[in-house]
């Protein structure tokens, strides 16, 4: 559904290389790679927040509805939990509905700084679904939560994109561990420009741990 | 931007300015002097003119001069502003013009006013204006400039119209800096209006400020201060502070735990 034709980039020292990929309704792709290396530049360049990338750079997004959990959660600290949701195109009750789906039933009228980081990032997702996403983007986050909160947005997550099949993610961690619950796909970024070294569809057991072996000794310092 | 709690108890209001019209009336008392009015000649001035309407009419006539450059100062000066905030070579072009508008005395673009289209409203007005779009522009642009650029991303991924990009993303932003702008315009406003009344305006308070000056008649002059004073007191508790207090309610709410 969606096909990723990055090529490099013209100005002098580049953060992506070429970036060849293929999306699919289903894909749940964890990104991992070394810090700084463009994991959320790769990300942002999904997301059609890139300029510089020509329109042929990414086919199919137009199509696609996409919602995006950045690290922050960038609701609009003036606006109320509902009123962020009804920006996005929800009604009145599906703001309701998908703030009780994150777990903030009844926090429909507080305003985001009002809450704690956690639930912030939660009532992100909940914007994030009220677009009725194809695909999902996640940026980090599971960062800086402490690890019961951690888990419990990982149940979360998981449970979002099992009742719904047909959506695709796509979520940047630092963290192999999140890739086993997750994914079905690891992407891994490296190198100066940045290209993807792996492209792995997850499925004999075991996959994941010799590539998490394998980042361990690329990467000694991230494990 | 809080400028509530630089202020200082309400209490010293009520003892600082009595005392001071205390210190005034032993002087004035002193010095029996037509040039010094006690406070109670001036109150009796205040009245007077009050009664007679001619208070109403010229004040009424500086405020709509007033309310005419405010409003189209700060409609120009923001736009200007915006432009220049967000478009480096917008900001190339105007910012030399800025530096001068800027530094050209207020006297001089209402002089030039004048000669250029006669004793008129039209250019009374205009030379108020001219005055404070510069002022306006520089305050919006540092807000256009501060503009929170992950706020603009996520308007683009999730497809904020032009408007809710406006109404929702940027007028909550700029609204300190619109808030510093219209504080420091009407300030600097209402003082360019008399003198633009004083040098070409048959009304207004800076017209009658000119007649008592022209008798020596101190007791009018301070009446029409003070009763201008009053005005611009009101507008600042009735209007200003209650929409500052408005929009800026999101600022610290208390934080909520689960």
Redesign the interface.
């Known amino acids: 559904m969606l096909e990723l034709r990055i090529a490099g980039r013209s100005f002098s020292q580049p953060v992506l290389g070429e970036v060849f990929a293929t999306i699919e309704r289903g894909d749940r792709i964890c990104l991992l790679g070394p810090s700084g290396i463009g994991k959320t530049t790769l990300l942002n360049a999904i997301a059609g927040l890139d300029k510089t990338l020509s329109a042929e750079a990414i086919i199919g997004r137009e199509a696609l509805r996409v919602g995006y959990l950045f690290q922050e959660h960038r609701l609009l600290p003036w606006r109320t939990l509902t009123a962020n949701l009804q920006l996005v195109g929800a009604t009145a009750e599906e703001a309701e509905a998908h703030l009780a789906s994150v777990g903030l039933k009844g926090y429909g009228h507080y305003l985001p700084d009002q809450l704690s980081l956690g639930m912030a990032r939660r009532a992100a997702l909940a914007r994030c679904l009220a677009v009725k996403p194809d695909l999902l983007l996640l940026d980090e986050p599971f960062a800086s939560l402490d690890p019961v909160m951690a888990g419990e947005l990982k149940t979360l997550i998981a449970g979002i994109l099992d009742t719904d099949p047909g959506m695709a993610m796509i979520c940047v961690t630092h963290d192999g561990g999140d890739a086993e619950i997750l994914a079905n796909r690891l992407w891994y970024l490296d190198g100066k420009p940045a290209r993807l070294q792996w492209d792995d569809r997850v499925g004999e057991p075991g996959l994941i741990d010799s590539l998490l072996g394998r980042l361990r000794q690329l990467d000694p310092a991230d494990s | 931007m809080s400028q509530s709690s630089d202020r200082p108890p309400a209490w010293s209001y009520w003892v600082v300015l009595p005392s001071f019209v205390l210190l005034w009336a032993v002087v004035a008392w002193l010095l029996k002097s037509p040039l010094l009015p006690t406070p109670l000649n001036v109150l009796d001035t205040l009245m007077r003119e009050s009664a007679s309407g001619e208070l109403w009419h010229h004040l009424g006539a500086t405020l709509g001069r007033v309310v005419v450059a405010f409003i189209l100062a700060m409609l120009l000066g923001t736009a200007i502003g915006v432009v220049m905030g967000r478009f480096r070579t917008t900001n190339a072009l105007f910012d030399p013009m800025l530096v001068l508008l800027l530094n050209l005395p207020a006297l001089v673009t209402i002089i030039l006013m004048y000669v250029w289209f006669g004793l008129v409203e039209v250019a009374a007005v205009m030379a108020v204006v001219i005055n404070k779009v510069p002022n306006v522009a520089v305050t919006v642009r540092e807000g256009a400039r501060s503009l929170d650029y ?2 603009e ?2 308007a ?5 119209t032009r408007w ?1 990009r406006f109404r ?2 940027w007028v ?1 932003q700029l609204f300190p800096y619109l808030m510093a702008a219209t504080r420091g315009g009407l300030a600097l406003i209402w003082k360019i209006v008399l003198v633009v009344e004083l040098l070409g305006r048959s009304s207004g308070v800076g017209f009658q400020l000119h007649m008592a000056f022209q008798v020596f008649d101190v007791a009018a002059i301070l009446a029409y201060s003070l009763a201008f004073i009053a005005v611009v007191q009101l507008i600042e508790l009735a209007i200003l502070q209650p929409l500052e207090r408005r ?1 800026s309610r ?1 600022r610290q ?6």
């Open positions: 992950r706020l991303e996520m683009t991924v999730y497809g904020f809710q929702e993303v909550p929009s999101w709410p208390e934080v909520a735990h689960a």
